[in-house]
């Protein structure tokens, strides 16, 4: 079992963050281009939600991940740092 | 084991909750004083980010929780929904 | 010119924030009665979406507020503080 | 006075986004490289933090903008749009 637990969605991941690098380079662009502000902000709330999901999308890969170690009888060290770090994790994302 | 994962503890949260109550209360009275917006909104979002926190700790209880179920080999459909709420709750976590 | 910028919907205020304060009494009494994680978590999230309207609601009336002190040629140094203050709690708010 | 207010700082909010761009290039670059779930999500996280601090920074100069049409004596309905406007934004914002 690796580490990582998204390697099944690793083409969806680099087709949402290759949109998400299109829409900050848009941004650029408006800017540049002097667009009205609330056109901006529009857009960069449209970029935060999408990496948003992205971290939802992690998130979700790694509890299904600490679960399956749990199943497979894992050390319950490291089961601990891992659901550790799922809930720092999800603190930081609350906060941003 | 029970359903829920918090049992520990409970008066935590109790504590918790009943000093966000008082915030909330707070904040009625601030805004019956006719106090400065400003200071009222830094009434609310102390009272937002410690509701977060509340947060923050069921989730990681819940995860504890779906991790126990699979050391203690619980039912795989059972294990499969209580990750996907997890899910749908950090989801909503994550936009409010 | 009063400080504060809220006052005709003092009501509104005063039964969303009695309506959150029902709700965190609800989570306490939830959390006692051993509710599931996630039915626990679904209020946590109502009740803190229900107070971030609150605070939109004031930042609207705070910025409503700066501009009627503009047309009213406000004192140039308490307008210049006025909307630093509320740059100040629209970062606060994003960050909870 | 021209319609966007953030002319001052053109260079800093391209500066910023560029920086951006490359953190989520380096997303894209981790989760190739099978980078653990909780680092690409510490990143993820980074990336959404510098997203909103490009959106409180365009808020502010849309307040300031505001309150400056509003000393100029700018039209009214113009400025009751505007603000609204504004209050759209801080709702999205605070709900990504």
């Known amino acids: 079992m690796s580490v990582r637990g998204y390697t099944m969605n690793k083409d969806d991941y680099t087709k949402r963050l290759r949109r998400i690098e299109g829409q ?20 960069v709330s449209a970029a935060t939600k999408a990496l948003q999901a992205v971290a939802v999308g992690l998130l979700d890969e790694h509890v299904r991940h600490c679960v399956k170690n749990a199943v497979a009888d894992g050390d319950p060290e490291t089961l601990e740092t891992m659901v550790t770090e799922a809930t720092r994790a999800i603190e930081r994302l609350v906060r941003t």
């Open 24 to 43: 900050v380079r848009g941004i650029e662009r408006m800017i540049d281009e002097d667009t009205y502000c609330i056109d901006v902000l529009t857009q």
